[in-house]
């Protein structure tokens, strides 16, 4: 069972920049940044595979980056140049594989609003 906790969420301006940090108990090969907001279903925003395998939603381009740190299990997602529309509660999801399944896991969830 892998444990999932995300930080860095918060309030900041138009413009602004945020690093969310997504710390697992275990390795988890690919790691996947999601954002949700009320009555919405959950998007995806950037994930990692590996070292540098990345990808990204077309919104983000440009904006938001996605790294790890293997050490201590923990992807990152810097945002920068932060739009209202970024608000939402941001969720990491690591896949795991064992024996050819796959397993999701999912965090808590960090909010972030980004004010004009």
């Known amino acids: 069972q892998l444990r999932l906790v995300e930080s860095g969420g918060g309030t900041v301006e138009v413009g602004g920049s945020l690093t969310l940090s997504c710390t697992a108990s275990g390795r988890a090969p690919a790691t996947n940044w999601y954002r949700q907001t009320?009555?919405?279903?959950?998007?995806?925003?950037?994930?990692?595979i590996g070292k540098s395998g990345t990808n990204y939603a077309d919104s983000v381009k440009g904006r938001f980056?996605?790294?790890r740190d293997d050490p201590t299990n923990t992807v990152y997602l810097q945002m920068n140049n932060l739009k209202p529309e970024d608000s939402a509660t941001y969720y990491c999801k690591?896949?795991?594989s064992t024996g050819g399944l796959y397993k999701n896991y999912w965090g808590q969830g960090t909010?972030?609003?980004?004010?004009?």
């Open 38 to 48: 009320p009555g919405n279903e959950r998007d995806f925003v950037a994930g990692i």
């Open 111 to 116: 909010n972030v609003t980004v004010s004009s």
């Open 65 to 67: 980056s996605i790294s």
């Open 94 to 96: 690591a896949v795991t």
